[in-house]
Every structure is written in structure tokens, then in C-alpha cells.
């Protein structure tokens, strides 16, 4: 296999990113904002209709052709709707809103992951009807088990345990690296993009937490912030990703369709002979997913909060992060996140590394907006904030611990004020 016909290394220059306009529409900060520019209410109404934008296989009489030959969805709102986060199914079955990313060990010419010869960098669950085989299906079955707090208070925690059905080309090699990853909310993910690298690398420098280096397409490393290991560097990059992997549709970025050098059926299908996703399309997305606003509150319970503090939880959940714009005035936004790389132990590790991340560093998971999650972690596998502590291991271990043994009340106190981030 070639991983060229794969993966276009085509080299763009990147857009620098102006990160002192776009706040001006987000109520929730801004002390000051100057007469800054703002993307106009058109590029953003462009924007919004291309996140909604329903893709289709040509000819189809619905929706905009470029959709394929292999994809996981036919819109972003497929696995991103109202913004939230994406859902696995309750009792066993199959995947829609995560993907299953995979890769064989070593780095790909620009230092990624190295995708599997065949089935790339994740499985794609769809192919074209009676033209192209869907690679094969995602399926998770929950295990469970009881976990006791010190107090003998017992709950239940889920894990996925990942089966794949129907592979259109043959068996998985049992070494071949599996990543299940739920969809990400989208809420204030702009504002994410605009802390300043130099505060993050500075948390880093101070010992908490690693960055991840993302490759900058000269030559180059940058600082990733998205994705669950951030292996992306910015909202522009990660969204060009998403178009080929996630719909198969083209940009300039990724010219090729979406096939591996042996999927003969997907390279039969005609390319097209412009990007589906024109430059001017991904710029409009862009600027509409920077003005998505946070989720509204920031926390309520003062008590919960403080433990929070306490037991050590805001060491990598940074609640707020306060900096100066470009045209000089104040944003402060309050995610409960450093963007930094932490271990959190063998329970949680997919054994897959990702550029600088190990097999088992994550991105702290942002909390805004979590009071309203039901599927949490890396991999949605915890259903309550609650759940998703207690899988904290490695250099969470000791903040999970402490709040195990908090007494009963404290221990709500504080999963309260988590429910308060919504
Ligand atoms: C099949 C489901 C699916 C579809 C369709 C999809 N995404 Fe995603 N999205 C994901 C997953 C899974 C991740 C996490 C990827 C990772 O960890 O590498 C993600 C991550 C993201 C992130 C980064 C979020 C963060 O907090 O790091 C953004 C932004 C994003 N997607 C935007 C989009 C846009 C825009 C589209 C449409 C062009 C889209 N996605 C289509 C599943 C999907
Ligand atoms: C050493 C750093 C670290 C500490 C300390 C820590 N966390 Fe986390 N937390 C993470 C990382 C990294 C993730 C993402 C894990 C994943 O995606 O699987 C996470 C995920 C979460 C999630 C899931 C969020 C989501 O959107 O899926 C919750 C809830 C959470 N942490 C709460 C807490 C609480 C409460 C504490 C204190 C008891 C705590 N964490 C302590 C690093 C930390």
C-alpha cells in the first residue's frame, strides 16, 4: 500500500489565526471589547449551513454530492448535534456517533500514526449501496463491574469492550492499535483555540501535565489542543480531518478520496475533479465553530467547588484561564481544563500513542457543560460525572482517592457542583 492515496501530504501554509474578533459575540466574557472585526453574520449563516450540511453520494436527489465512497456520517450534526457530544448505544450494538481510529506501529511521512495498509486510519461504517462494501461495523459490548467506596457505598462501572463485525477485507491483526472515541461537544470550542500557547506550555514547563506536538506542515511542531489526545492543532485542521475521514468528502487539504491502494471497489469510484469542500466552505465552517458559545453556567455550588479545589481536582481541570487580546482587553473563560496530556493509568490507556501522546495520556476532558453528559471519557463509557472518576487512576490517582473518601454528603456536594456545569 501506498499511504499517499491515503492521506494527501499536501503542505497548505497555515492561516494564522486571529484570535481577538471572534469574542466580541460571547456574552460570557468580555470586559471591554474594542472596535475589533467580527466575522460577518453571512460567512457565520454559511458557516452554520455547512455544519448542517446533509452530504450525499452522487446522483442523488438530496442533500450535496460528495459524500463518500467510504464515511461514518452524512453531517457533522450526525455525531456533533446541537453541538453536544455523541451517544453510544445503551445495550450492545453498533457505533454511529464515535469512530474507532486504528494504526500499525511507527509514523506516517508527516509524523502521525501510521494508518493500517487497509482500512486506514479508522473504519469507516459505510460504503456506497451496491457499489462500495462499508469497511465493517463497530460494535461495543458493556462489561461491568461493582466498585465499593471506602465508606461501602457501591455503584457500577461500564467499559466497552469493542467488537468488529462484517470487515469487508479480512481480519484485524491482533497488534494492529484500536482507539474508540466518542464525539466531542462543541460548546466554547473557539475560546479553546484562543488561549494563548504560551500559558498552556507554561503550565506544562511547571510539571503538570505534558503538551502533545502536533506537526505544523513546514517542518515544523505546533501545540495541540483538540481531539481526546490532542493530536490536532487547531479548529481548522481538525475540521479538514473530519470532512475526509468522518464524511469522505475532498478539500484542497485532502484532494483524494478517502480509499487505501487496495480497496479497489472505493478507488473505482470517479474522483472529483475539484475539493467537494471548497477553501472558502472550510473558512465559513471555521468561523462559525469559533463563535459556538460555552455552555452558560460556570458553577454554582459553592461547597462542591471547593472540594473540587481540595481534592485536587483543578490541578489539571485549570477552572479558569484569564489573558489579554490582541486589542488589549480581558477574556476569561472558565473550561476546567489545562489542554495538557496527563496519564490516567491502565484502566483508561487504548495502548495507542498519537504523535507525543503515550498509551495511556489523555487531554483533560473539559467540564463545562458537563452536568449535562451522559456519555463521558474518552470513549463514553462513564454515564455520570461520578463514574467518570472513579476510572481516574495513574496521576489522578490521588485526587480520585480523596474523593472516595470524602463522606457521603461531601462526595455530593461536590458531584452537585459538576452538575452544575451545564
Ligand atoms: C462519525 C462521527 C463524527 C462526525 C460525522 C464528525 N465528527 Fe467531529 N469528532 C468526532 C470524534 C470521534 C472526535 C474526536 C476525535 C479524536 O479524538 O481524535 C471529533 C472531534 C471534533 C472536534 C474537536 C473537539 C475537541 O474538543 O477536541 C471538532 C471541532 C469537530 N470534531 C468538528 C467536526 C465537524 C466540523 C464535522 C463535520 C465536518 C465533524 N466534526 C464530523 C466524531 C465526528
Ligand atoms: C492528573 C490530571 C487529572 C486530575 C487530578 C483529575 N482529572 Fe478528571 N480528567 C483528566 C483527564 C486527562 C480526563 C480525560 C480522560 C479521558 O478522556 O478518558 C479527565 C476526565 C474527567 C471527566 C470526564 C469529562 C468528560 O467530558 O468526559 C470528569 C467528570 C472528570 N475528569 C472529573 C474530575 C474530578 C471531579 C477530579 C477530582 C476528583 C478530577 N477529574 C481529577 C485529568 C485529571
Redesign the pocket.
Known sequence: MTEDTRQSPARTARIPIAWSWWLAPCALLLAGAGAVPTPSESQIDRGRA??EQLWSVAPSAFGRWGRGPL???G??T???GNHDR?ELPEDDGPV????L?LSVPGVDAEGRPRPHPVYGRQIQHEGILGRVLPEGEVRVEWVTRDHRYPDDTTTTLRSPRVVLDRLAHGPIADDVMQ?L??????HG?GL?EAIPEALIVARAADGDGRVNRVPDGAGGWTLG????????AD?RG??LV??HE??G?TSTRFPAPNCSAVQAACLAEPAPAMPEAGDDMIDD?VAY?RQVSPPASSGREDRGARLFEVVGCASCHVPSWTWKGADGATRAISPYTDLLLHDLGAGLADGRP?LAAGPSEW?TA?LWGVGRATHLL?DGRARSPEEAILWHDGAAARARAQFESLDRADRAALLRFLASLR
Open positions: 455547512v455544519f464515511s461514518n456520517g453531517a457533522c450526525d455525531c456533533h455523541g454511529h456517533a464515535a469512530v481510529q482507539s472515541r466518542i464525539a466531542p461537544a462543541l470550542i479553546l489542543r483538540f481531539g481526546h489526545k490532542a493530536g490536532q479548529l481538525q475540521v473530519a470532512m468522518d464524511l468528502v465552517l465553530l498519537d487531554r473539559p474518552h
